[in-house]
């Protein structure tokens, strides 16, 4: 419970700002901190979805970014529609990981990196959040690329382009007013739908499209594969990024969605990723059409040849509403990573952050948001900066990360002390560690593939299946020693709208077994090797074109 007048929790829960207690006041309506009625009927239960939505959709429509669009571009482009099938497997990895970050933010009030922290203390939160803040300034550098190749095809001049663009990004953040916020972002996700008409106007075979998407292929020769499979973890990359896990987390907190509304925000959540799979799948269907038979097949440059590529296709107008949607995904890609980054050190650094707050009331918070914004801007104005190598990059860098993401995600959702009775159910815990599984898999072929070039489609199934039986044997060993090993009581999940994580300083620290860190300690020397080679095997890719 509150004071309703003073907004200040508490010590009952662990909300760390008393800005994020009060009413819920999102773009499309209004929930008063007093209001505990029931929803009955269809009417109030929209208002209150109305209210509600916001914080899945943003993070779903800001995944479908620059980088998104070059990625995407690149599988049509290059390989037609035969790498659709990975949006599909990707739909309920998209909903798991968010659906847990969704109820770690409602049931916590704590945000994602400073759970991590706080949780498994300063040495694994610093990995976390160095990792998210390098790569989400890397992302921020693209979706300014982005920028400048929308104003390139639209006759702008890009510098004013960039220039206006942050701005606009820094002034919708600076008014201390989160539901102007989120309007503002509300509108960008409502242009994204740009990319539906462009796809009728170009026409592509929808019966092939449907083939593609549920039955799997690795288009090009065995020499081609190391490439297949860069591009197949760029669009996990791209599709399921590290910082989409600290955004959501984080705005919903600032949203003040509680436990009581987590049935709408699931909703919210599947209408964002509705939203996005229709537009990731729209964009490989209609430049994979628009460069069929063309000697641009298989020569990706940018999203701004992917414009050109269109207007050849289908006429002026489809290449022009390409490059507006591509300027709108940029922007909002831009909040949504500025943001994840200025929450997750607001909350590391023991910072009021919260869109709420004026900047008199958060300035450590507002200045690392309009910093990022205006850095990432600067480079990209710096001649010869080397952007395409960036933008193809970053997203394979997200994928080759999102594994120890999850596994933390994973960890924190099996918290008896921060989850309570929202804690994971075994069907939950094992889709995750078979997800875990995949990604972890997905990099050693790459791997193997950038140290083998002629890696064969038959070394790779080895690899997945090795992959998989050791998968299969470390969840079972965990199981049997769960089942055998644990003092647990069952656990209760009655009355768990209500409730709420006890403030983190009553909390007991958990346990780390040897097991664990030794597995937790493997996995990030892997992930930094795997780095490394990535970064190779883009320089080969760059220098080969």
């Not at 594994?403 to 924190?412: E, G, M, R």
């Not at 815990?429 to 038959?458: H, Q, W, Y």
């Not at 300083?505 to 937790?520: A, D, E, N, Q, W």
Request: net charge positive; glycine share 12%.
């Amino acid at each position: 419970m509150t004071d309703t007048m003073t907004n200040i929790p508490t010590p009952s829960t662990a909300v760390l700002d008393d800005a994020h207690i009060g009413d819920i006041r999102g773009a499309l309506g209004t929930i008063k901190l007093d209001d505990h009625g029931e929803r009955r009927g269809l009417s109030a239960k929209l208002k209150t979805l109305l209210a509600i939505a916001g914080p899945g959709l943003i993070v779903m429509v800001g995944d479908n970014d620059a980088g998104a669009f070059a990625t995407y571009g690149q599988a049509g482009q290059n390989y037609g529609t035969h790498l659709l099938w990975t949006l599909l497997l990707l739909v309920p990895v998209l909903y798991v990981n968010q659906e847990m970050v969704l109820r770690l933010g409602a049931v916590t009030g704590v945000g994602h990196a400073r759970l991590i922290l706080e949780r498994f203390g300063k040495f694994w939160g610093a990995f976390s959040v160095i990792d998210l803040f390098l790569l989400n300034a890397l992302t921020l550098v693209t979706e300014f690329i982005g920028i400048t190749l929308a104003a390139g095809y639209l006759g702008l001049p890009k510098a004013a382009a960039v220039v206006l663009a942050a701005g606009i990004i820094i002034a919708s953040a600076f008014t201390g007013s989160f539901r102007r916020f989120e309007r503002v972002a509300m509108t960008l996700c409502a242009a994204s739908l740009l990319l539906v008409p462009i796809y009728f106007m170009v026409h592509p075979a929808t019966g092939q499209m449907a083939r593609d998407f549920v039955v799997p292929n690795l288009p090009g020769g065995t020499g081609e594969l190391s490439t297949v499979m860069l591009l197949i973890i760029g669009i996990v990359g791209t599709t399921v990024a590290p910082w989409q896990l600290f955004f959501q987390q984080s705005y919903v907190i600032d949203k003040r969605i509680t436990p009581r509304f987590m049935r709408y925000e699931k909703v919210d959540l599947w209408i964002g990723i509705v939203i996005v799979v229709i537009g990731a799948a729209a964009m490989v269907g209609f430049t994979a059409a628009a460069f069929a038979g063309t000697h641009g097949a298989g020569q990706f440059t940018d999203s701004a040849g992917i414009a050109h590529g269109l207007e050849a296709k289908a006429g002026q107008l489809a290449g022009v509403l390409f490059a507006i949607a591509l300027l709108d995904a940029s922007i909002i890609g831009a909040f949504a990573v500025s943001l994840s980054t200025a929450y997750a050190i607001g909350d590391v650094l023991g910072m009021k952050h919260s869109l709420h707050r004026g900047i008199k009331g958060a300035k450590g918070f507002y200045a690392v948001y309009a910093g990022l914004v205006a850095a990432a801007a600067a480079i990209v104005l710096v001649p010869g900066s080397p952007l395409g190598l960036l933008t193809e990059g970053v997203q394979t860098l997200a994928g080759v990360l999102l594994p120890s993401a999850s596994v933390f995600l994973l960890l924190l959702c099996n918290d008896r002390q921060v989850l309570g009775p929202w804690v994971n159910g075994p069907k939950t815990n094992a889709f995750t560690a078979v997800v875990v599984g995949v990604l972890v898999a997905l990099s050693v072929i790459l791997t193997a593939a950038v140290l083998f070039p002629d890696l064969s489609a038959t070394a790779i199934g080895q690899i997945m299946a090795g992959c998989g039986v050791a998968g299969m044997l470390a969840a079972g060993y965990s199981f049997v020693k769960r089942r055998t090993g644990t003092n647990e009581d069952p656990l209760d999940r009655t009355g768990r709208d209500t409730w709420r994580m006890p403030p983190l300083k009553t909390l007991t620290k958990p346990v780390m077994s040897t097991t664990r860190k030794i597995g937790m300690g493997a996995l990030r020397t892997y992930l930094l090797i795997a780095t490394v080679l990535v970064v190779i095997k883009i320089v080969q890719v760059a220098l080969g074109h």
